[in-house]
């Protein structure tokens, strides 16, 4: 009897072998770039699956929109074209989603322009600020 059920036996060790060292680790990859992905904030620095690098500025639920650092151009990708980041934001921003946005610049009076340069110099006086503290330590 035993030899009857030999090869069956054989056959599940085999898959289960081929669960644990093959399925589970890509399924264990593929959280942690989800993750990943659905961590990203403006002012991450990252590198696409295409090569391109580039600041993220904005983030929507299925949009990245890139600003690339020598001509200040903003490309907007994919979320699942995003590789990898390559440097985080030292202060995560509050991630804004697309109808929140609408709301916020119908109730501003300020340009769209204007409120990026407020922002950006809000954002430099804060990274300076953290530095100094930084070097205290």
Known sequence: MPQQYSGLIMMIILFALMYFMMIRPQKKRDKEIKEMRDKLAAG?????IGGIHGKVVKVNDELVTLELPHAKQRIEFSKWAVGSVTKEAKEKPEVKHESAKITEDTTTSEKPAQADDKNDKEDKKKQEKQ??????K
Not at 44 to 48: N, W
Not at 131 to 136: G, Y
């Open 131 to 136: 530095e100094k503290q930084e070097n205290q």
């Open 44 to 48: 991450d620095e990252i590198i696409t």
